[in-house]
């Protein structure tokens, strides 16, 4: 089975701290993604890489950074947090090109 | 700009009886469609997908419709049960840069009754 592995299941920072959200796929995928999901508003694509050091921004990009330095590993990186960041933080994987995605099982991040 | 959106935010059916859920997105690129089911506490988890070419796949207990004249796509569970409780989600992909993104509608949360 295909398993997408994020570091933290709940995190609590500061204002203005630098945060790191790591995410691991064990299935050679080629694309990753990291999504938030707040209430109303469903998920919503914020960074999303096909490659080793390739990104693209979603749709929701402002305030947030994305590495991705070997394959199996896409990390998310708020650099200054605040506290409209204060949501659910999805990674997803995928093979190819128009196949399915597979989701971590989220971390919620509060910043207060 | 694209948007994948959901006509109902809740559906409440009774167990035994199908359920519809309903999706319309506005990109007419989109050449694939993914259904999602989210459970409380867990990430979204695939149901079912079709491709453009597509008007209609088949799954276990599951349909799903793609109507692409008025851009709308359905999911259809047969004799829901209770354990089909969950948000149900919609998305579609769409070519972005060198690849692909998939754009996610908003939910439905639907509640089976017993």
């Known amino acids: 089975d295909v398993k997408v592995t994020q570091s933290s299941r709940y995190l609590v920072k500061r204002t203005g701290e630098k945060v790191f959200l790591e995410c691991v796929q064990d299935?050679?995928?080629?694309?990753m993604f990291w999504y938030r999901q707040d209430p109303g508003l469903g998920l919503r694509l914020i960074y999303f890489s096909y490659d080793v050091k390739m990104k693209e921004k979603g749709d929701i990009p402002e305030g947030y950074s994305v590495s991705r330095e070997k394959k199996e590993r896409f990390s998310l990186i708020l650099e200054s947090a605040s506290t409209n960041q204060t949501s659910m933080y999805l990674c997803?994987?995928?093979?190819?090109?128009?196949?399915?995605?597979?989701f971590g099982q989220g971390t919620r991040l509060t910043v207060v | 700009g694209e948007s994948v959106g959901l006509h109902l935010p809740t559906l409440s059916v009774q167990e035994g009886d199908n359920s519809i859920i309903n999706c319309a997105y506005s990109?007419?690129?989109?050449?694939?469609f993914i259904w999602y089911k989210q459970e409380s506490g867990k990430g979204p988890q695939f149901i079912i997908d079709i491709r453009s070419n597509m008007d209609k796949r088949q799954g276990q207990r599951v349909t799903v419709l793609l109507n692409k004249t008025v851009k709308h796509l359905s999911l259809q569970i047969a004799a829901t049960q209770p354990g089909d409780s969950a948000v149900y989600f919609c998305?579609?992909?769409?070519?972005?840069?060198?690849?692909?993104?998939?754009?996610f509608g908003k939910g439905t949360k639907l509640t089976v009754n017993p």
């Open positions: 998305a579609e992909n769409i070519a972005q840069g060198g690849s692909e993104k998939l754009v």
């Open positions: 990109n007419s690129a989109s050449d694939y």
């Open positions: 299935m050679d995928h080629e694309n």
């Open positions: 997803a994987s995928s093979l190819i090109r128009q196949s399915e995605a597979f």
